[in-house]
């Protein structure tokens, strides 16, 4: 038996595995500090009422013979994809109800979506990047070509002029917080567009935007021929323990004349067997008028937090961006820090835990990232501590 050789060519454990590990080192070392978790982007709000009401129901009725349900509809339950096609209805994109696909969230689909292409692509990934974009594409032997976003294009890269077939973007970006305009994201699709690519677009992050900033790249003309879109329920209602998200294939994706869409359908039929109905009717419910006003006062908490770090850092001296469209502050590390030295500044000193910018690859370094998605009393607390080290250094 031959293994993948290609798992030898990424980083022995996933990025937040390995910060996890550090910090239960330090917990086990330090019994009695007290820490507080800004690093991976998990959240702190609990469940809403509209989504625990319609969970308890789906229980209950998974319960009773005359309404138990086994097996789901493949693609999802078409309750669920009507109430997200009618949610992009409401950003003016028309989506037919076969072209939405729920999932157990926007990380899977990202790495599983790659079954539909050929090896033989050149990936184009702007550097800082999710992992996951990377380390899916080393797993599966693809060469990578990274495009710099930093302080210069205000981390927001536009194509080079060189040649890709399968190119990801993350708006608003993670890890940079950074989110791009119309006009920029119309570059990309014309450049998509023109050399036969596909367009990979994480969309995780775009309950997070404020103003008039594109929230799905069908906003953008022509994007329905060229993206795939991903999203999920994780940061918009604090689903990333139940799990859900949703991927949008267009039946207009159409590469050497085969269908997109139909080839991920046959994918996901034999491959996944769907999210659980009740998690399901609990995803449904964010989409009801309740649902929507209960989730955006939770983001509209975690944006607060946002600007409570932020406002932190500037009276701190920090240079730092991200924060107004995204739950994630991206900072330049003080002192020339590399960004594992902050790691171990921050929680060695006051004990904060943060996610280093080199972990998302070579233009993150001397960088790093916090998220708003603590409580805001936690937040507070470790900008107090943040500030007084900062002055003691
Ligand atoms: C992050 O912290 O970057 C995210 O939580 C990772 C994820 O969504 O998988």
């Known amino acids: 038996m031959k293994i993948n050789d290609n798992y030898s060519r990424i980083k022995s454990s996933y990025l937040f595995t390995e910060i996890a590990k550090r910090v239960s080192e330090f917990s086990l070392k330090h019994p009695g500090k007290e820490i507080i978790r800004l690093g991976i982007g998990d959240v702190t709000r609990p469940l809403v009422p509209a989504v625990i009401d319609a969970m308890q129901k789906a229980t209950l009725e998974m319960g009773s013979a005359a309404t138990f349900r086994g097996y789901g509809e493949e693609q999802g339950y078409e309750f669920l994809r009507a109430a997200i096609a009618a949610y992009y209805g409401k950003k003016n994109v028309d989506l037919g109800l076969d072209e939405i696909f729920v999932s157990d969230g926007a990380k899977s689909d990202i790495g599983n979506i790659l079954d539909l292409f050929d090896n033989d692509n050149i990936v184009l990934i702007t550097d800082p990047v999710y992992p996951v974009y990377v380390d899916t594409n080393i797993m599966s032997g693809r060469k990578i070509r990274y495009l710099r976003a930093d302080e210069s294009n205000d981390f927001l890269p536009l194509p080079d002029g060189k040649k890709a077939d399968i190119i990801y973007l993350c708006s608003p970006n993670n890890p940079t917080g950074a989110a791009y305009t119309a006009e920029q994201l119309k570059v990309w699709v014309d450049y998509a567009t023109d050399c036969g690519a596909v367009i990979l677009f994480d969309a995780a992050y775009e309950s997070f935007v404020s103003g008039s900033l594109p929230t799905s790249i069908y906003q953008i003309e022509g994007a329905k021929k060229c993206a795939i879109e991903f999203c999920s329920l994780s940061k918009t209602a604090g689903f990333t323990g139940t799990r859900c998200g949703y991927t949008v294939v267009p039946k207009e994706l159409v590469f050497e004349g085969a269908g997109l869409n139909s080839?991920?359908?046959?994918?996901?039929?034999?491959?996944?067997?769907?999210?659980?109905?009740?998690?399901?009717?609990?995803?449904?419910?964010?989409?009801?008028?309740?649902?929507?006003e209960q989730v955006r006062k939770d983001i509209e908490y975690y944006k607060e937090n946002a600007s409570i770090i932020s406002e932190a850092l500037k009276r701190g001296g920090i240079k730092h961006w991200g924060g107004v469209n995204s739950p994630y502050i991206w900072l330049k590390c003080p002192g020339k820090m590399t960004s594992w030295e902050y790691f171990d500044f921050l929680l060695e000193g006051p004990n904060i835990v943060g996610t280093p910018g080199s972990g998302f690859g070579e233009n993150g370094e001397g960088y790093f990232r916090l998220t708003a998605f603590n409580t805001k009393e936690k937040t507070q607390q470790a900008m107090e501590r943040l500030l007084s080290c900062a002055k003691a250094t």
């Open 263 to 292: 080839m991920w359908l046959r994918r996901q039929t034999t491959k996944f067997n769907g999210v659980a109905y009740v998690v399901q009717r609990g995803a449904e419910a964010v989409f009801s008028a309740a649902g929507q």
